[in-house]
């Protein structure tokens, strides 16, 4: 469970009270487990992998959660709590201003403009992203949606919910997400067997793929729900060309259904895929010919690549998206999109991470797909960047070694980055 209180912001540091805390639902910077995601989403500061010893501590007792540097202060002296309490004014008022400028587009200084969207997992957190200044959706989880059910959603009530939330995005980009079950995300009703590795099982579109019973209502639920919108579906966790030519065999089979039965649907909709799984990323080139666009998932992405599990706090350094070698296939993908003359977005956490922002726009990113909160912020920093001179930074920084010298390099070289991140 998680703490939830209206005020608090983003990537502050907050001071909280134990009483007030529920056991730890704790995520920090790059924490990518489903905990960590939902926690970001509502604006809570967290912390990942604090340990058991934490519930050992007193009620009452003051604890500094410093969410955007994963350090958690048990009983702070009198000097801690003022420094950060310092710390959480101005990032509030950082926070603030942005928010002022929220609804403005996100150009570079050179002229070069992207679109700013969110990850949303629901319909309340449509408003979220409004009031926040998302430009539409970029990674719509519908999984939650599932997780939220004691039972299997039928197509009519996914309809329903996906048409409420097209309805408050009226006619800006929204990207459904096929269901991406699996790996940390279980969903008891549908009955599917363990499996050893779940995370590098039958997950997301392999199940789909599996269980058309599953995908197909999803997609003839989508298809009607984007009539007079601005829908675009895209596929969770593509390993092989093959699974795309599957997927948009299935997707038409629902099309000509529809058809038959006259039913009116969304036509000429953009179909993507995310790119999260390492030879998804290699084959980039040829997976571009076959989609309207890519979003590159770098929660996944980085544990796949780095053979470092997401959700296990032990090997948080591992599965970093700093890592160059996650970084340099983000790079690689991008280029093999625009090769082909496809745009890509980004929907994993590193999108919405200030210091990652210079390199991605050095890089060419289209797309910054992130938790509704953090959408003032990123937005903020895309316009105090020149993406010419970024360009030649991400060209630098991808001949680092370790994230922690890449991180260092992009504080040295835009200040204004960290002091825009608090
Ligand atoms: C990702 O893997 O980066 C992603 C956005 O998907 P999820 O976190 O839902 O697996
Ligand atoms: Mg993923």
Redesign the pocket.
Known sequence: SVIVADHLTPSDTIMLDKSLVMGFCTAHGSA?SHAA?LARGLGLPALAGAGAALMNVEDGTTLIVDGSHGVGIIDPDVKTVEYYEKRMRASQTMHAKALKHAHEIAITTDGHQVEVVA?IGNVEDSKAALDNGAEGVG?L?T?FIYLERASMPDEEEQYQVYRAIMDAFGDKPVILRTL?VG?D?EIPYLNLEQEMNPFLGERALRLCLARPDIFKPQLRAALRAGLGHNLKIMY?MVATVAEVQAASEVFEECVAELRIEGKPFAKNIEVGI?V?IPSAAIVADQLAKQVDFFS??????SQYTMAADRTNPKVSGLSNAFQPAVLRLVRDVIQAAHAEKKWVGM???LAGEPLATPILIGLGLDEFSISPPFVPIIKQIIRNLNAEKMAVLAEKALKLESPEAICDFVRSEVPIVAELAG
């Open positions: 990518t995601i990850n990674l989880r999984e991406d790996g995300k969770p995310m999260e590159i998932g770098t929660n996944d992405l929907c994993g956490e």
